[in-house]
């Protein structure tokens, strides 16, 4: 199971982080991926980071304000959220992909997907 938080309410230029908490199975063999959805589009990749977090993407919309983090210890997925926009709301989900080979954001390759938290970027 995947749990995302940190979702909420905030005005353009703010930040927020999200926090990804896997159970009942170890994320160290996962690579990991948010992604976010708004209603009548499809299900967007953000970013994802390997399995021991030495490789990231990130989508041309958000790269250099937002990043992707993870410890494994905690069995935990970051994703800090800098100067945001209101182009950014959606709803974020976090999905564990069991790929090794470094990081995608295929949607249909995840195989666990979390529940989603709601992020408003509004004045």
């Known amino acids: 199971q995947l749990v995302e938080s940190g979702g909420g309410l905030v005005q353009p230029g703010g930040s927020l982080r999200l926090s990804c908490v896997a159970s009942?199975?170890?994320?160290?063999?996962?690579?990991m991926a948010w992604f976010r959805q708004v209603p009548g589009k499809e299900r967007e990749g953000v970013s994802c980071?390997?399995?021991?977090?030495?490789?990231?993407i990130y989508a041309d919309s958000v790269r250099g304000r937002f990043t992707i983090s993870r410890d494994n210890a905690e069995n935990i997925v970051y994703l800090q959220m800098n100067s945001l926009e209101p182009e950014d709301t959606g709803v974020y989900y976090c999905?564990?992909?069991?790929?090794?080979?470094?990081?995608?954001?295929?949607?249909?390759?995840?195989?666990?997907w979390g529940q989603g938290t709601q992020v408003t970027v509004s004045s």
């Open positions: 999905a564990a992909d069991r790929f090794l080979g470094g990081c995608r954001t295929a949607a249909g390759a995840m195989g666990y």
């Open positions: 009942g199975f170890s994320l160290e063999d996962y690579a």
């Open positions: 980071i390997n399995h021991r977090g030495g490789i990231t």
